[in-house]
């Protein structure tokens, strides 16, 4: 059974920086991607980063050049670099796997961990 476990959140001034984890464990299948996902209170879940198997990222628009996606060199750690973080950051950060089998998608949520900037 694929668990994806988040850590990393808390509280933090704007302009301050939070590494992210999400540790994987119990992958049987091919990966895909790994996405960071937020939600902030009353928005729709939004995905900030992308990380593709091929080693290709892709950010929103609204983190590019503060946060940066990255990974040990299994898919057991990735990690979410966020700087210069602002108010507006405030959320809960969900990991998001992607796999394959056969053809087959099997994606996978990790609970999430709650980050707040204050201003």
């Known amino acids: 059974q694929v668990q994806l476990v988040e850590s990393g959140g808390g509280l933090v001034q704007a302009g301050g920086s939070l590494r992210l984890s999400c540790a994987a464990s119990?992958?049987?299948?091919?990966?895909?991607?790994m996405d960071w996902y937020r939600q902030a209170p009353g928005k729709q879940r939004e995905s900030v980063a992308t990380l593709t198997s091929g080693g290709s990222t892709n950010y929103a628009d609204s983190v590019k050049d503060r946060f940066t996606i990255s990974r040990a060199s299994a898919w057991n750690l990735v990690y979410l670099q966020m700087n210069n973080l602002k108010p507006e950051d405030t959320g809960v950060y969900s990991c998001?796997?992607?796999?394959?089998?056969?053809?087959?998608?099997?994606?996978?949520w990790g609970q999430g961990t709650q980050v707040t900037v204050s201003s």
């Open positions: 119990g992958i049987m299948f091919s990966v895909d991607a």
């Open positions: 998001h796997l992607r796999t394959r089998r056969l053809g087959r998608p099997y994606d996978y």
